[in-house]
Nanobody, 122 residues
């Protein structure tokens, strides 16, 4: 499966964005889909995941209550809604997919999209 992430941009603190991860060459509903981010000078970190089985969602503590991930199977897309954005949310956001057949999220992902840049600035 190929993944295309989009939706990044410049937003003020407290603002919102919706990132999209569109799949092609495969059905995203057959994959666990995770979102990751990498801030300048920092290592990549996991942000969220939606499991392949049961569609369970998981979030890093630093985004709980602010970010929300969901599938739109009709559009073969997984979204990441970013609310109440903070300066420290700035970074390149990546989506990734793995056919991990579980209601939990995989430790590693086989397929990665290119990143989309989110900049939180006043």
């Amino acid at each position: 499966v190929q993944l295309q992430a989009s939706g990044g941009g410049l937003v003020q603190p407290g603002g919102s964005l919706r990132l999209s991860c569109v799949g092609s060459g495969g059905t995203l509903d057959d994959f666990a889909v995770g979102w990751f981010r990498q801030a300048p000078g920092k290592e990549r970190e996991a942000v969220s995941c939606i499991s392949r089985s049961e569609g369970n969602t998981y979030y890093a503590d630093f985004v709980k209550g602010r970010f929300h991930t969901a599938r739109d199977n009709a559009k073969n897309t997984v979204y990441l809604q970013l609310n109440d954005l903070k300066y420290e949310d700035t970074g390149v956001y990546y989506c990734a997919a793995d056919p991990f057949p579980s209601s939990s999220c995989p430790r590693t992902y086989d397929f990665w999209g290119q990143g989309t840049l989110v900049t939180v600035s006043s």
